[in-house]
């Protein structure tokens, strides 16, 4: 049974399809209903829900880092790529995009054990160029996991030039 949350979010959306916020809350919900309750037909429905979203308003970053959100919660880890890609189409220099791509590599590395994958995600981001703390703060993880130390300090270090008080917690916190 699904909880009040969900259902008043799933009716917001209903009421009003053309708003993204209530788009992106349904999603948000049933995603998270879905995972905790092993449901794939929520889960899709909230994917259909934050596609929506998206499509009604392709600039807002939201949608996209909770599409990648989803994708990475299964390891679809090239898939999340893919969303970060498009919403940093919109937003370069989005710090939460540029943080779950860097994220998503650490998880090829660290969850799939899969090096190939890892610098692909990686060199994808590079490519951008990464100019966010968070990219940043996220890649020198993935390096570090994939024991380039020289790589991993350096990218620690352009982190704290962007953010000379970079916080772990903050970084972890936006990642959600």
């Given at each position: 049974?699904?909880?009040?949350?969900?259902?008043?979010?799933?009716?917001?959306?209903?009421i009003?399809?053309?708003?993204?916020?209530?788009?992106?809350?349904?999603?948000?919900?049933?995603?998270?209903?879905?995972?905790?309750?092993?449901?794939?037909?929520?889960?899709?429905?909230?994917?259909?829900?934050?596609?929506?979203a998206?499509?009604?308003?392709?600039?807002?970053?939201?949608?996209?880092?909770?599409?990648?959100?989803?994708?990475?919660?299964?390891?679809?880890?090239?898939?999340?790529?893919?969303?970060?890609?498009?919403?940093?189409?919109?937003?370069?220099?989005?710090?939460?995009?540029?943080?779950?791509?860097?994220?998503?590599?650490l998880?090829?590395?660290?969850?799939?054990?899969?090096?190939?994958?890892?610098?692909?995600?990686?060199?994808?981001?590079?490519?951008?160029?990464?100019?966010t703390?968070?990219?940043?703060?996220?890649?020198s993880?993935?390096?570090?996991?994939?024991?380039?130390?020289a790589?991993?300090?350096?990218?620690?270090?352009?982190?704290?030039?962007l953010?000379?008080?970079l916080?772990?917690d903050?970084?972890?916190?936006?990642?959600?």
């Amino acid at each position: 049974m699904q909880t009040g949350s969900v259902i008043e979010a799933r009716q917001a959306a209903d009421i009003w399809p053309w708003e993204p916020a209530y788009l992106l809350r349904a999603g948000r919900a049933l995603m998270s209903d879905g995972q905790m309750r092993e449901s794939e037909a929520e889960m899709q429905e909230g994917r259909g829900l934050l596609q929506r979203a998206v499509e009604i308003d392709p600039s807002n970053p939201a949608g996209y880092a909770d599409l990648a959100r989803m994708d990475m919660s299964v390891m679809a880890l090239t898939a999340a790529a893919a969303q970060l890609r498009a919403g940093l189409e919109w937003n370069p220099h989005h710090p939460t995009l540029q943080g779950l791509w860097a994220y998503a590599a650490l998880q090829a590395q660290r969850r799939l054990e899969d090096d190939s994958l890892t610098l692909e995600l990686i060199d994808g981001l590079r490519r951008l160029p990464v100019d966010t703390p968070d990219g940043w703060f996220w890649l020198s993880a993935a390096y570090e996991e994939r024991h380039d130390t020289a790589a991993a300090e350096s990218a620690r270090e352009r982190a704290r030039a962007l953010a000379p008080k970079l916080d772990t917690d903050a970084c972890l916190e936006r990642l959600r």
